[in-house]
């Protein structure tokens, strides 16, 4: 924090000094950064006409992506586009573009851009910049193994390799049965160890921590993403109305995690998780501090059980113990104990992070905290959401505020509690 803190001062200091569009540009990222969301977005607002070329045009929608300005971002992005040089930033501008533009709920315009970008005859600057400072042989070679979007899979063997993080692949892993469906011979999906136990492998299906045999092998190499790009053909088309995933059979949580579920028998059982250690895009504002939580932690009808698992800090360790929430996070060695917690809890209370995905998959009641600067997969929705049936949405109406999603959820918490 506090080297946040120092960072915004400095470049406060600098833009005083320069007071040009790259100072104004490095002191809102520094903002950002330090979670002054306000701020950030003021000065943007301010220098978004001052902006002299496409590549400061592209830029400043870039980072009012970044802080949830879609509805700003997206025109500026556009005018960029066609007055870019590189083939690389033409592909991040559009990109961007359509993260503003699935955000804003075109879904269409922005799938017709993505799919663009994620077929065969665009791929290239795609590979380039997945695979940077690997040798034009090896690039030409992946190139090559790349389908079109609209090429048959059937009687092919076909590669996929992990993009984006673990929420990403329990999402897209609903589309491997439509890979089986097309005809697919085998499907190497890459997949971390910890996923194992509820991504299974079958006659077709292959889950493997290491693709780089199968892209030998395979007549066909594709990415996480594409799988959208090349079957999802509106926001509500094709829709999984139930769980697609099963928790692994005979799977025994360890006897401590087991003994304090039970101890919730008799409440209605939620789990909490509040905060992610990766360093997406979508911090610092993806996560919610453990204390303002308390106005749902401090429900007598419920017994809350924390998820978290990158550790406690003695604060929230203090915290939980002041609401007798018992803290599982500790305990969890895999998404195979996060999936049977989760079919003893009646709720899951969460940020966007891979065991919300994992609840959605498994048809378990998950309520999703968003801020304002959400991931573009969530589109415009504010309640529901086509991805998962068993999921409700709280969303920020104000970028860092989280008063109004946490009011709108104690509400609805009570009232589902007193009915359990």
Not at 60 to 70: A, E, R, Y
Not at 377 to 398: G, H, N, V
């Amino acid at each position: 924090m506090q080297h946040n803190l120092d960072n915004v001062t400095n470049a406060y200091a600098e833009h005083l000094r320069a007071m040009n569009y790259e100072s104004a540009i490095q002191l809102s990222r520094a903002l950002r950064a330090a979670g002054q969301a306000d701020e950030a977005i003021h000065l943007l607002e301010r220098w978004a006409d001052r902006a002299e070329n496409a590549m400061q045009r592209a830029q400043l929608g870039i980072d009012m992506n970044f802080l949830g300005m879609f509805e700003r971002a997206e025109p500026l992005l556009k005018d960029a586009v066609s007055d870019l040089s590189s083939d690389t930033d033409v592909y991040i501008a559009n990109s961007e573009l359509a993260i503003s533009q699935y955000s804003l709920g075109k879904f269409h315009e922005a799938h017709r851009l993505f799919r663009a970008l994620r077929d065969k005859d665009g791929c290239s600057t795609l590979v380039r910049y997945l695979y940077h400072g690997q040798t034009e042989d090896q690039i030409k070679w992946i190139e090559d193994k790349v389908p079109s979007l609209s090429e048959s899979l059937a009687g092919k063997r076909v590669a996929i390799v992990m993009e984006g993080g673990v929420g990403d692949l329990i999402m897209y892993a609903r589309y491997l049965q439509a890979m089986k469906e097309e005809g697919a011979h085998a499907v190497y999906f890459l997949a971390a160890r910890s996923l194992h136990g509820v991504l299974k492998s079958d006659d077709c299906i292959r889950v493997v921590e290491d693709t780089s045999a199968a892209m030998r092998e395979c007549d066909y190499i594709t990415w996480t993403f594409n799988l959208f790009a090349r079957y999802q053909r509106n926001p509500y088309f094709p829709s999984v109305a139930d769980a697609y995933i099963e928790p692994p059979a005979n799977h025994e949580l360890p006897p401590h995690v087991q003994a304090c579920l039970d101890q919730g028998s008799g409440r209605f059982r939620v789990g909490v998780i509040w905060r992610s250690s990766t360093g997406v895009r979508h911090e610092p504002f993806r996560s919610v501090e453990l204390s303002k939580l308390e106005v749902l932690l401090q429900s007598r009808a419920c017994r809350f059980f924390s998820l978290q698992m990158d550790g406690l800090s003695p604060d929230e360790h203090a915290l939980l113990e002041r609401h007798e929430a018992i803290d599982l996070g500790t305990h969890i060695q895999s998404f195979s104990d996060t999936a049977h917690i989760l079919r003893q809890l009646d709720l899951l209370i969460a940020i966007d992070t891979g065991p919300v995905h994992l609840a959605g998959a498994l048809g378990r009641p998950v309520w999703l905290l968003l801020s304002q600067a959400c991931d573009s997969r969530w589109y415009d929705c504010q309640r529901f959401t086509p991805w998962y049936a068993s999921m409700r949405l709280f969303r920020q109406r104000r970028l860092g505020d989280w008063s109004t999603p946490l009011e709108e959820m104690a509400r609805s918490l009570a009232c589902e509690s007193s009915s359990a």
